[in-house]
C-alpha cells in the first residue's frame, strides 16, 4: 500500500490553456474524491466516483472542469480554459465504500496549480 | 446546506499548555465527524473520528466527543507538543454527495518550546 499519489505535484500554465491532473489511489479503494484548496481555506469536495461511475457532479465549479475514471482505478481531473481564479491545490482522495460515513479518506499529497 | 465552524486560528501556545479548538457544525442529517491534521509539508490525515451522538473520538493525547446537543466537536490536548504545530480541520460528513467531506476553514496551531 503505498497511498493516494498525484501527479504532477506541481503545474504552471498559462491562462487559456487545458491542463489535466491525474489521481491513482489505494488500490482496493472503490469511491474516489475530488476537492479544492484555496489558500487559507479548508477543502471544497468537487465529485466522487463509485468505481467507475461518477456519481456526484453538480458540485463541479463550472463547465470547464470535468473528471473521469474509465476503468475504475485512477482518475483524471480536467480544467478547459483555465483561468486565474483556477490557481489552487486539488486533492484526491480515496476511501473503501459502502453506505456508511465512518470510513476514512486517504488523501494525496495534491496537485498545486498557479495560472499566469 | 451542512457547514462547518470552527474558530479563528492562528492559535499560538507555550509546550505542555492546554489546548481546546472549538469546532460547531449545521447538518440535517446526522453526519459523522472528523478532525484531519495538516502539518507543514504534509497532506491531509485523519486524526480522530466520531460517527454517532456521544462518541468520543481519540488518537495521539487529542480527544473529541461529538455532542448533538449543541452541535459541536471540540478538539483537545491536555499537553500540547512543538511536533503538534500544524493546521487543524474540522470537518463533517453523511449520506449526500457520497460521503464527501465538508471541511471548517482550518485553525492554525504554533506550539513553541
Known amino acids: 500500500d503505498t497511498g493516494v499519489s498525484q501527479d504532477p505535484r506541481h503545474k504552471i500554465t498559462k491562462r487559456g490553456q487545458n491542463v489535466t491532473f491525474r489521481c491513482d489511489p489505494i488500490?482496493?479503494?472503490?469511491?474516489l474524491y475530488w476537492y479544492r484548496q484555496t489558500l487559507g481555506q479548508g477543502p471544497e469536495f468537487l465529485t466522487y466516483?463509485?468505481?467507475?461511475?461518477?456519481?456526484?457532479k453538480s458540485r463541479l465549479l463550472s463547465d470547464r472542469f470535468s473528471a473521469e475514471r474509465p476503468k475504475g482505478s485512477f482518475s483524471t481531473l480536467e480544467i478547459q480554459r483555465t483561468e486565474q481564479g483556477d490557481s489552487a491545490m486539488y486533492l484526491c482522495?480515496?476511501?473503501?465504500?459502502?453506505?456508511?460515513?465512518?470510513?476514512?479518506?486517504?488523501f494525496g499529497p495534491g496537485t498545486r496549480l498557479t495560472v499566469t | 446546506g451542512n457547514s462547518v465552524t470552527q474558530m479563528e486560528g492562528p492559535v499560538t501556545l507555550s509546550e505542555e499548555a492546554f489546548l481546546t479548538i472549538n469546532c460547531t457544525y449545521t447538518a440535517t442529517g446526522y453526519p459523522s465527524l472528523f478532525w484531519y491534521v495538516q502539518y507543514p509539508g504534509e497532506g491531509l490525515q485523519l486524526l480522530l473520528k466520531?460517527?454517532?451522538?456521544?462518541d468520543k473520538g481519540s488518537n495521539k493525547g487529542f480527544e473529541a466527543t461529538y455532542r448533538k446537543e449543541t452541535t459541536s466537536f471540540h478538539l483537545e490536548k491536555g499537553s500540547v507538543q512543538v511536533s503538534d504545530s500544524a493546521v487543524y480541520f474540522c470537518?463533517?460528513?453523511?449520506?449526500?454527495?457520497?460521503?464527501?467531506?465538508?471541511f471548517g476553514k482550518g485553525t492554525s496551531l504554533l506550539v513553541t518550546p
Open positions: 466516483f463509485q468505481n467507475e461511475a461518477q456519481l456526484e
Open positions: 466520531a460517527t454517532k451522538a456521544d
Open positions: 482522495a480515496s476511501s473503501q465504500g459502502g453506505g456508511s460515513a465512518g470510513y476514512e479518506q486517504y
Open positions: 470537518a463533517l460528513s453523511d449520506s449526500n454527495s457520497g460521503y464527501a467531506l465538508n
Open positions: 488500490s482496493e479503494h472503490n469511491r
